[in-house]
């Protein structure tokens, strides 16, 4: 029996009080969507079975180019990281696996696998991390790091890729993330050829040395830390890297890696099409790359990833099994409390994109009905499918309300008076 950080008592009280409720919003959502030929314990079931995995850095208060404001209860290391993966998955029952970031990381292999299977949980793709110089790094990725001009900075930054996949060897991961902050901040401060040509050098060692079972996912990213170029800047490079490498290199798709409105939806597509999406990292964005919960700017945008993830499911779409990762920075709100949500909307557009009539849509598609294949879209959209969310956490053991069961255990309260109080810091912007 996996070890609980909340009292178990303190949900079951909580479910108490809601679980009434739940039943009759269930039974009349129920009788809502046999209407329309629709099975709501089928949805539950495939909702039920619907997971994202926790990024552990996620735990921890994020920060801007200008200053970090860390907030009680930080954690101290990647066990307390854990931990507090733990009390996610308990409440929200749609997290079982977290996944790590190397150096942030870095501890015993087999101490990692004792402390997540004490609570149940197990780890999903490792993430290298060239991006930043980690302490006591002998040389500097100021510079670039896969595609640098220095060899011998390269040479460090595939060895810390390998040392990834030995660590995520032991704890059981079956695929690493490589996102990489190289690019240039100038007009012709590299050259885009060659510093792409020593980046898949680089990377086609690192793509022989996975085990025959894991993948590869590259990230693409259009701009930041670099603002002239990068050196994986958009989905098209990414699709040529990982034809580049070979059949378990795939791509890996953020949502706050792109210019404001770009069709990402359309992306997802295309990937799919040609065996080539790898997963995703789950956030949302009014700017830029602003890490902001999953859904709460525009919800519409991820039904609309979810709708071709789904028709994608229900076709059978050839070599299609995409990871789901929540990576998000938190500034302004709790950590555990974000991502709970985060996980919670992703399950809520996965849900809704189940409910769309495939039949109707592309009856409507063929005849080149553009409202009506629009409202088919949006009548699955507009369906309130909480009870379904809700039903499933409760039958999983979880928190009908998971963010009101968080605040009454008295949880952040107690991390933070057993977890030193970490000091503020600046970005050196003035």
Known sequence: MAEQ?????????DNAAREANLKRDYDALGEQLARRGIAIDGILKKVSAFHVAIPSWGVGTGGTRFARFPGPGEPRDVFDKIEDCAVIQQLARATPTVSLH?????ADPNRLKQAASRFGLSFDAMNSNTFSDAKDQKLSYKFGSLSHSDPAVRRQAVEHNLQCIEIG??????????WIGDGSNF????NFTRVFERYLEAMREIYGALPEDWRLFTEHKMYEPAFYSTVVQDWGTNYIIAEQLGPKAYCLV???????????EMIVARLIQFGKLGGFHFNDSKYGDDDLDAGSIDPFRLFLVFNELVDAELRGASGFDPAHMLDQSHNVTDPIESLMLSAVEVQRAYAQALLVNRKALEAYQDDNDALMARETLKAAYRTDVEPILARARLDAGGAIDPVAAYRTSGYRKKVAAERPAVASGGGGIV
């Open 169 to 178: 060897k032991v704890i059981g991961s079956k695929a690493l993330t490589v």
């Open 254 to 264: 953020d949502l706050g890696h792109h210019a404001p409105n770009v069709n990402i």
């Open 187 to 190: 007009p012709g401060q590299s």
């Open 5 to 13: 950080l909340i009292a178990a008592d303190i949900v079951e009280k």
């Open 102 to 106: 190397i150096p942030w990381d870095k």
